[in-house]
């Protein structure tokens, strides 16, 4: 299913060492929340639970995110040996069947 | 009289062997392991034991100095806490965070094919608690702690 939410990825290379930082604009509500308008319903759970990292087509990293990782993650993982021009791609899945999915450019 | 017409049962019987088949090979390569299945008894676990039990199918863990967390000793927002887990041990596999009193503890799993022992992430803290790494390294687990202080009311101070 297609996504209205924006994913961004920064990375930086340092020593060799590259770091891949993705922000997603996302709720994460965690179905505990009251609602606002209606004080005996709650907000309905909405939150990434995967998110896989991908170096040239090939997975490096897949993470399990729950409901406790905060609005709009930020999430970082390191990469080594990872060279200027590389494609790093980024896909994510939430408890709604949302998915989207990011290419960047290592520079 | 009707007879089953040969050209399509020959086809769909083609069509089946070739599923199976790709089916099977996909079954047993590595890559699908990494790519599980999101593991909704660890994240539901309410114990921190339990969750770690659900994840790794063990819970005995070793202390390590080699685990570094880098954490504020006092969240001013409990809603937004920046985590860095840098695990200095050879292969790692995978960086589980927790938060012992959180309504469910765990926040995060991350697993590795390639990529180094790092993890960082924002998370939520209900309330003052011990947060926990737990790292996967070699087959064997490895963990490390730190107390972060919940501020209700966000004034820092």
Request: aromatic share 4%; glycine share 8%; with cysteine.
């Amino acid at each position: 299913m297609a996504t209205d939410k924006q994913t961004k990825i920064r990375t930086k290379t340092q020593g060799g060492v590259t770091d891949v930082l993705v922000l997603v604009s996302h709720p994460m509500e965690t179905g505990q929340r009251p609602d606002p308008k209606d004080k005996d319903k709650k907000v309905p759970a909405h939150y990434i639970q995967k998110m896989t990292f991908s170096l040239n087509g090939k997975e490096v990293a897949a993470t399990d995110l729950g409901p406790a990782v905060s609005k709009d993650p930020l999430i970082g993982i390191k990469l080594k040996g990872a060279k200027p021009g590389d494609k790093i791609k980024v896909a994510w899945s939430d408890n709604k069947g949302e998915s989207a999915s990011e290419e960047a450019t290592i520079s | 009289m009707t007879h089953y017409p040969r050209r399509t049962f020959l086809r769909n019987t083609l069509a089946t062997a070739v599923l199976v088949a790709v089916g099977g090979t996909g079954l047993f390569s590595p890559h699908r392991a990494l790519a599980a299945e999101w593991p909704k008894d660890a994240f539901t676990a309410k114990k921190l034991e339990d969750a770690v039990q659900a994840l790794f199918g063990s819970t005995a863990m070793s202390p390590s100095a080699s685990i570094k967390l880098k954490a504020p000793a006092q969240a001013e927002n409990s809603a937004q806490v920046q985590i860095q887990v840098t695990a200095d041990l050879p292969n790692v596999e995978a960086i589980a965070i927790l938060v012992e009193k959180n309504p469910s503890p765990l926040v995060a799993h991350a697993s590795f094919q390639g990529a180094e022992g790092y993890f960082s992430a924002r998370m939520k803290m209900a309330q003052t608690s011990d947060v926990v790494a737990v790292v996967k390294s070699g087959g064997k687990l490895y963990t490390a702690r730190q107390n972060i202080k919940v501020t209700v009311g966000g004034c820092g101070g």
